[in-house]
C-alpha cells in the first residue's frame, strides 16, 4: 500500500490571486513573451488567464502527457501533440499548473526549442520541491495533490477506479477531498454518475 496522500484544492480566487503575482513578476523582471504556450492539459486555464493578465492574445497548446492515476506516473513524459503555433524565433512562456516532477516542462521547453524558439521560460502555480525541474516563475511549493476546480469529476474518477479493491480507502480520500474545499456534493454527484454509467 502506497502512503497516504493528502490534498490541496485553490479556489478559482486563490489561483487568480496567484496568476496575477505571477504576471507581475514576470513583467518585473522583463520577459516579454511573443507566444504564450499552455501545456496540456492543466495548464491551459492558467496560461489563458495569463494570456489575459500580459495582454497577449498569441496563444497556443502543447500536450505532454505524465500521470496515469492519483499519485501514479509514467517513468517518462510523452509529448503527445506538438506546439501548435509557429515559435521559430520566438520567446515563448511555457505554462502548467503544477511542477511535479518536472518532466513536463522539461520535454515542453525542449521542444519548443527544437521548433526553434529563441528562448523559453516556465510558469506553474504549484512545485514539487523534489522536482528534476525548476521552472522560472512557481508561486507556491507544496508536497500535497493538487485538485485544481478543472479537474474534480476527473480526481474523483481517478479515486474511484484505483480504489476499487480498497473501498475503505477511497471513502477516506473522498472525505480527504470534502475536508480542503471540494464540494461534497460534486463528489456524490460524480460518483452517481460513474456508478449509473456501469449499469446502463
Not at 70 to 85: D, F, H, T, W
Request: hydrophobic share 40%; net charge neutral.
Amino acid at each position: 500500500m502506497t502512503d497516504k496522500i493528502t490534498f490541496e484544492a485553490p479556489s478559482w480566487r486563490q489561483i487568480y490571486s496567484m496568476l496575477i503575482r505571477q504576471s507581475q513578476r514576470i513583467c518585473g523582471c522583463g520577459f516579454k513573451p511573443d507566444v504564450i504556450v499552455g501545456i496540456s492539459r492543466g495548464g491551459w486555464v492558467p496560461a489563458r488567464v495569463l494570456s489575459d493578465l500580459l495582454e497577449n492574445a498569441n496563444l497556443a497548446n502543447v500536450r505532454v502527457e505524465c500521470y496515469v492515476g492519483i499519485g501514479e506516473s509514467y517513468n517518462q513524459a510523452r509529448l503527445a501533440q506538438g506546439v501548435s503555433a509557429d515559435v521559430e524565433g520566438k520567446r515563448v512562456l511555457a505554462v502548467d499548473e503544477i511542477t511535479d516532477s518536472g518532466r513536463s516542462l522539461q520535454l515542453a521547453v525542449a521542444h519548443l526549442l527544437g521548433q526553434g524558439a529563441r528562448q523559453v521560460k516556465t510558469a506553474s502555480l504549484f512545485c514539487k520541491p523534489n522536482s528534476a525541474f525548476e521552472p522560472d516563475f512557481c508561486e507556491k511549493q507544496t508536497m500535497s495533490w493538487v485538485v485544481f476546480p478543472w479537474e474534480i469529476k476527473e480526481t474523483v474518477r481517478l479515486i474511484h477506479e484505483s480504489r476499487k479493491i480498497d473501498p475503505a480507502r477511497a471513502e477516506e480520500e473522498f472525505v480527504a477531498l470534502a475536508a480542503v474545499g471540494v464540494p461534497k456534493q460534486l463528489i456524490t454527484r460524480f460518483l452517481r454518475e460513474f456508478s449509473e454509467a456501469n449499469t446502463c
